[in-house]
């Protein structure tokens, strides 16, 4: 069972991605944006219809009159995107090796696996 502290992950997640982006590694950087950009959707709050159009506000207008707190995510939920990108790559990986897109399988596959060892990290 993980005991790493949901802003542990995230952090480890960005931190790993400023040393992507330091050593110029795309691939790596590619894989943990999705990876951070994942969880970000996840956090957010679905929208809601009214059912009505109309181009006139409702309610409350100014400045943070739309915001609503972000859904808070546990340490599981977490992983558990982690791992289903890292799952999303393998996939695709699979997919460019049965077309003959070796390249671009294994910049699939090392991302998958970089996404994997931050998951058995934590």
């Known amino acids: 069972m993980p005991t790493t502290e949901p802003c542990a992950l995230r952090e480890r997640l960005r931190r790993t991605l400023r040393d992507a982006l330091r050593a110029r590694d795309a691939v790596a950087a590619g894989a943990l944006r999705s990876a951070i950009a994942a969880i970000d959707n996840a956090e957010s709050v679905p929208g809601v ?3 009505v159009r109309s181009s ?3 309610g409350v207008t100014g400045v943070g009159a739309a915001e ?13 995107i982690v791992r289903a990108e890292a799952a ?3 996939a695709a990986a699979a997919q460019y090796e049965r077309l ?3 390249d671009a ?8 696996e970089l996404l994997a060892a931050i998951v058995d990290a934590s």
Not at 68 to 80: A, N, S
Not at 106 to 112: I, L
Request: glycine share 10%; net charge positive.
């Open 56 to 58: 006139q506000p409702l």
């Open 100 to 102: 003959g897109q070796v």
């Open 105 to 112: 399988a294994a910049r699939m596959r090392s991302g998958a």
């Open 68 to 80: 609503v707190p972000r859904r808070e995510l546990d340490t599981e939920e977490m992983l558990r």
């Open 49 to 51: 219809s009214l059912g």
């Open 88 to 90: 999303d790559r393998m």
